[in-house]
């Protein structure tokens, strides 16, 4: 369990916001079924505790573009966003087009 050990750092960092033109992309990975951590886990709570929005990514292409609207979620509000991977999206193989992530612009300010 990683994010509940860094969750003094996120809480604090998050409040404090993100730089003017940057963001934050908290990538949590969690482990469900203890494949290589000591103890099953999830993040959910701990970043819901932590005030910083969650998104789930289902596919390998949706971690790309969770990914890229997570950046500019965080961009727009100063928050600090999370995206949650699994073994099902980040210990694969898959093939993506990456065309359609042309059309995800950043929020006018």
């Known amino acids: 369990p990683g994010v509940d050990r860094s969750?003094?750092?996120?809480?604090h960092a998050n409040m404090a916001g993100s730089?003017?033109?940057g963001g934050v992309l908290i990538v949590a990975?969690?482990?469900?079924?203890?494949?290589?951590s000591t103890l099953p886990?999830?993040?959910d709570l701990n970043?819901?505790?932590?005030?910083?929005?969650?998104?789930?990514?289902g596919t390998v292409a949706e971690v790309l573009?969770?990914?890229i609207i997570a950046l500019e979620m965080s961009r727009f509000t100063g928050l600090y966003v999370a995206i949650k991977v699994t073994s099902y999206t980040i210990?694969?193989?898959a093939s993506?087009?990456?065309?359609?992530?042309?059309?995800?612009?950043s929020p006018e300010l």
């Open 19 to 21: 730089a003017e033109k």
């Open 29 to 36: 990975g969690d482990d469900h079924a203890a494949k290589s």
């Open 96 to 105: 993506v087009d990456l065309a359609h992530l042309e059309r995800l612009k």
């Open 65 to 67: 573009e969770y990914g």
């Open 41 to 43: 886990h999830q993040s």
């Open 7 to 11: 969750g003094d750092v996120f809480k």
């Open 91 to 93: 210990d694969t193989a």
């Open 47 to 57: 970043l819901r505790d932590m005030n910083v929005p969650v998104l789930v990514p």
